[in-house]
């Protein structure tokens, strides 16, 4: 959401620095929504499906190896335990006791040497569509004011005032459940936008 | 890069069904790669800077609980043990070898219980140059033909072949050092970049 708010934002307000008609600041912020929100929607998608497969390739070798090759994997645990200041011996008990239930054993090669999690199945599709919807959300904000006024130059300082609020909002309520201290948050949001469509109403003022 | 290479390539397209000049569609194009370098870069920095905090936090309430309840961590430690088949009497005595060393405790705990590792301090830095540069590179090659060619047609045939060619490159390398399949890998890149400029083209040309 943070991303719509601020790129859309940052293009629409370095257009109002090169052109003159609010609709083609309306249909480039459109367009930039349309391809942004499918393009990061996708991106996740696919991210969470990768992490999917990385999860059950590795799974599977883990299992392999525990048939294949028990010594070597009965050692890695035996290494590990000591590393933590476990006893030779008492860290050869541990490894008994793996050895007669092999699935525990693989999932604490998994999580233990290996620092993986299950990832839930549904995530892949749920992360893109939130992903997607919240680039929408969040790229109309800085877009409506172009739409409603047909003044550039005024539609771009309602723009302003409407996503740095929005920004501000976004990052407090994001800071709120993060732990992160809400204000803290809400300055960070907001002066990344600020900073991003400050560089973008640079360059197209300089260019156009 | 993949973004940088979509979203700024969709744009570009969607404002080709709109505006006749390539000037427009290059302001747009440098506009929405300036902001989203920058958006993008600093959101990195923020997200690795927020992992090293909450490690951070986490390790310093690590601390503060085996100092102030050892009796409950011990009891964490030998039912995530007894969780893998480790026999009670066995846990008991890897707990009390952990005791002996507080810092490996920690160290275990932060690892197994909350499965968090040490992020590298240099990472945020890095990881903020490297999203932005590669979000201007990758921005930069649809650019190019508008900035060659007058005509926005001729400009936008160009630019899908170019940028068509540098998604598959890019999702070939990608697939190549991931292990997910280059071939795959690139089909997978051309597709997101292909429907994400198809969207954008549509709803430019709808509104215009």
Known sequence: MSDG??????????????VAASHIVVTAGLAEVAAGS????????????????????????????IIDVPEA???????LLESYGVMSHDAATVVDAMRQRPDAWRDFMMRFELGLEQPDPKRALRSA???????VVGGLVPLVPYMAVATV??????????????????????????GAGPFRSAVQTVVIGGLAAAAAFAIARAIS
């Open 5 to 18: 708010l601020t790129v859309p934002f940052a293009l629409a307000a370095g257009l109002s620095g090169a």
């Open 38 to 65: 499918i393009a990061m929607g996708l991106g996740g998608y696919l991210a969470a499906r990768s992490d999917a497969e990385h999860y059950a390739s590795e799974l599977a070798r883990e299992e392999r190896e």
């Open 73 to 79: 994997e009965a050692a890695e645990v035996r290494e």
């Open 129 to 135: 569509l939130t992903i997607a919807a919240s680039y």
């Open 153 to 178: 130059g005024q539609a771009l300082r309602i723009s302003i005032g409407l996503t740095l609020a929005a920004l501000f909002l976004f990052g407090f309520v994001k800071g709120h459940f993060t």
